[in-house]
């Protein structure tokens, strides 16, 4: 079983690899699956607030309580609501922190040129 992980991460890299992943401290993630991601089509939200709060990498749930007033992970952690908190922290910064992606990118539009790979695969195969 030590290939798992390995394979794992092989199968995760094809199922997303033209996709924006937007997580949490995904190193961590990373690390486990022995996986990488492009840096443009990666939005971190601990890599992305520790700039913009010049601080350490800020827990989720920190986060989650300074930004959007909501206290989670009080107990038991629920990968779904780590989940819903990561996207809204994302949605609220997306339009600055797309700006900054395309401006690190030559000015390509990372979100929109995923958006219209999108669209073409789900025309070029539709559901049945």
């Known amino acids: 079983m030590v290939g798992l992980p ?3 991460g092989k199968e995760v890299s094809s199922i997303i690899k ?4 937007v997580g ?11 996986f990488t991601h492009p840096k443009a089509r990666t939005r ?3 890599d992305y607030f520790k700039k913009i709060l010049h601080t350490k990498t800020p827990a989720l749930r920190t986060l989650t309580k300074k930004i959007l007033g909501v206290e989670i992970q009080q107990g038991e952690h629920s990968p779904i609501i780590d989940a819903q908190a990561t996207m809204a922290l ?3 910064c997306q339009k600055d922190w797309e700006h900054s992606v395309r401006q690190k990118n030559r000015g390509v539009d990372i979100l929109k040129q995923t958006l219209d790979e999108f669209k073409a695969n789900a025309v070029a195969s539709p559901v049945p």
Do not use: G, M, N
């Open 18 to 21: 033209s996709h924006i992943l």
């Open 24 to 34: 949490h401290s995904l190193k961590h993630d990373f690390a486990v699956l022995y």
């Open 44 to 46: 971190d939200t601990a």
């Open 6 to 8: 390995f394979e794992t």
């Open 90 to 92: 994302y949605r609220i």
